[in-house]
């Protein structure tokens, strides 16, 4: 079995730099299918999602080719097909952009359903409600849907809930619609940015990205372009945290401060000193880290994906601490996890009380999703003894080399093969 191993390893100091975000990535690598010209993408993570996605567009005619300086070129002239392998397709959650961005140029898409992280079942209604008010129509089968469209037209869409992946594939779908589509309550994610950014580099006509309210006016071409990735704020995020978990110090380089304004915020609480630079921001630990009250919600505010790293650090706060998940309520598989390790956490009905200062023991945990899986990591940093992480491909999806990453800051980590004796005992091999 594939497990990380992290031995009691506190007092991190060092720098990382921050690849390209994963949740625009898959965004941007669907979009470019719009274009009638090839696309090239700069600072894509070489990330199990993507490689998904590699295998995915090949089956179909897309072709993907990552060059020597790392860049991604997608040439979408050779698509011959747009029904795509129902079991890829459901290995991730986002393959349902490509939806988007093939249904106006094809007219019919089929693909899995959305899978990933396994946390809560994430409801795919405010997707359906666009594609229909753009006149396609959906079927559902056991273990694929397709959805079909003569002629995709804009639409006035409110979103009922605010939602960056309903967001940006509407606006997918709306670039080569014929017509105006407006997107009222739209999400503001710099992610939903940057996907703007692109389409309108290949020629699209998107305004009001990054506002609650998104026009889109229809074209009938898009060329090629290049363009670079945002770097991914939850993986800096995460780090940022790792400093007040173990102690130290941690900059993180290649990022937009600006995205992280509330974890900046809410870590200065909680008792970090924070330094800002232009594209680069460090965290030392405090003296004495204090209990908090957080409380998630869609950008700008506290996000979802930064909650569990959050967790870990407020066990070993002083106080109690809160936790109120209002995005995902069923977002808490890392609790049980960290409760093996001796963590005192209570959850009911979405939110989570953590008594601080737990005294965290090494142990055999598992991870059912990426960020979780992070969580896991910052608190086998300052459990005394070893901890073995199993469930290791949900983190590759959304990290590239997240055991190297960690190594670079001074944490005693490693990736193994590990067997159980007859005792329970653990022998393993460096993988």
């Known amino acids: 079995m594939k497990a990380i191993r992290v031995d009691y390893s506190p007092g991190v100091k060092g720098t990382v730099h921050i690849p390209g975000a994963k949740n625009s990535s898959l965004a941007l690598l669907a979009a470019a299918c719009l274009s009638d010209e090839v696309v090239t993408l700069q600072g894509i993570p070489n990330i199990g999602d993507f490689r998904v996605i590699c295998k995915m567009g090949e089956e179909v005619g897309l072709k993907i080719e990552r060059d ?108 080569r619609a014929k017509g105006e589509t407006v997107l009222y309550n739209a999400a503001r994610d710099p992610e939903v940015v940057d996907t703007a950014m692109l389409l309108n580099e290949m020629g699209a006509k998107v305004t009001g990205a990054g506002t609650s309210t998104i026009r889109i006016t229809g074209v009938s071409h898009l060329h090629g372009c290049t363009h670079r990735v945002i770097p991914d704020r939850l993986i800096a995020g995460s780090f940022l945290i790792a400093a007040g978990v173990a102690g130290g110090s941690i900059t993180v380089k290649d990022v937009i401060p600006e995205h992280l304004g509330s974890l900046i915020s809410k870590l200065k609480e909680v008792g970090l000193e924070i330094e800002l630079g232009d594209q680069e921001i460090t965290a030392y630990a405090g003296s004495k880290l204090k209990a908090s009250r957080v409380r998630t919600a869609m950008y700008p505010g506290f996000a979802t994906d930064l909650q569990q790293s959050m967790t870990t650090l407020l066990t070993q706060a002083h106080g109690k601490s809160i936790i109120a998940e209002k995005i995902f309520p069923k977002r808490f598989n890392h609790v049980g996890q960290l409760r093996k390790m001796g963590a005192d956490i209570r959850v009911r009905s979405g939110v989570a009380f953590v008594k601080g200062k737990a005294h965290l023991q090494g142990a055999m945990v598992h991870t059912s999703d990426i960020r979780a899986g992070i969580s896991l ?55």
């Open 68 to 175: 020597l300086l790392g860049d991604v070129h997608i040439d979408p002239t050779g698509i011959h097909s747009t029904t795509f392998d129902p079991v890829k397709s459901s290995s991730f959650r986002t393959a349902y952009y490509f939806v988007g961005a093939l249904l106006a140029k094809y007219g019919k898409v089929s693909v899995g359903y959305p899978g990933g992280d396994d946390f809560v079942s994430r409801p795919m209604d405010q997707h359906i409600k666009a594609f229909e008010m753009m006149g396609a129509t959906l079927t559902y089968h056991k273990n694929y849907y397709v959805v079909e469209a003569k002629e995709l037209t804009g639409a006035t869409i409110y979103f009922d809930t605010i939602t960056s992946g309903a967001t940006m594939n509407a606006m997918l779908a709306a670039t």
């Open 377 to 431: 990591i910052l608190a086998g940093i300052v459990a005394e003894g070893t901890t073995y992480i199993t469930g290791v491909e949900h983190i590759e999806r959304g990290y590239e080399d997240v055991v190297q990453a960690f190594q670079s800051l001074g944490v005693s980590v490693s990736k193994e093969n590990i067997n159980f004796g007859r005792n329970n005992d653990v022998s393993n091999d460096v993988m």
